[in-house]
């Protein structure tokens, strides 16, 4: 939790400078790139807000309306992230790109701007502020990446497309995704801006901006679906389940494992419900022995298991 948290704050403030740049950018040259990275930045600066809401919210501790605490509430505030900024902000992008595309022509070169009593012209000033972001970007998705890198190692996934599938810390894969699409979207936009000075179209610039909003609903629609398999209460990866399913047939005196169903309540904290059938010869106070010992192992195999519920079978 600490972890995500620290990535989250990363982003916001990196978020949060770059956004009044690129507005200042676009309001002193008018490029749609500019205009699209705006919506780009404000859009990643409201979902660091919303992903410390989640974080914040999760915290709270179990109650009788919800006994297994408010973890989930990263999930919905991730979603949210996903679908009402993440898709806004593409949509606006993509749709103020097309209408630039549609009536651009060759601009014959672009003229000077007077900027603190100089005269400067607009590339250079569009290239500086899409510099500058790259150097924050960089600096919150290097932390995103090692946060994400940390927990493949510990769960010895196969690399980001596996943890990107199975990984129940929404909040830090939010944040290295719009990381990752913030670094690509302001490299796009300093070639657009640049192919338009260079050759005075443009077309360049324009097309730049749509590009932008495409990537940022394509990964909209990604962290949504990615999201949505944790708010509906998919169970673990079949090989996790295996493992887990394991350490409780390894117990001498569990005969089967009838039924097991585990589910993420929260990021990084793991559900599971059991029937099991245990030694006949066992009396009662034997089987609640061993259903605390079992309770034990599971949460000493894997420090995601928060709740364990065994229902013995004889």
Known sequence: MAGSTSVVVAALFANGAIAILKFLGFLA????????????SISDTGNQVFLLIGIRYSKRAETQSHPFGFGKAQFFYSFLVSVMLFGIAGWESAKHGYEALTHTGHSGGAESILLLGMEVRPVYVNAAILIGAIVFESYAFIKANAELRRQIREYEWDGLVQAFRETSDVTTLTAFTEDTVALVGAMLALVGIGLTEITGNEVYDAATALLIGILLMVFAV????????????????TREEQELKAIVKSDPHVVHVDKFRASYVGPEKLLLALDVSFDSELDTEEIDDRITAIEKKLKDADDRVHFVYIEPEL
């Open 29 to 40: 040259t008018g490029s749609p790139s500019m205009l699209s990275e705006t919506y780009h």
């Open 222 to 237: 990604a962290l949504a679906w990615e999201n949505k398999r944790l708010l509906i209460g998919e169970s673990v990866p």
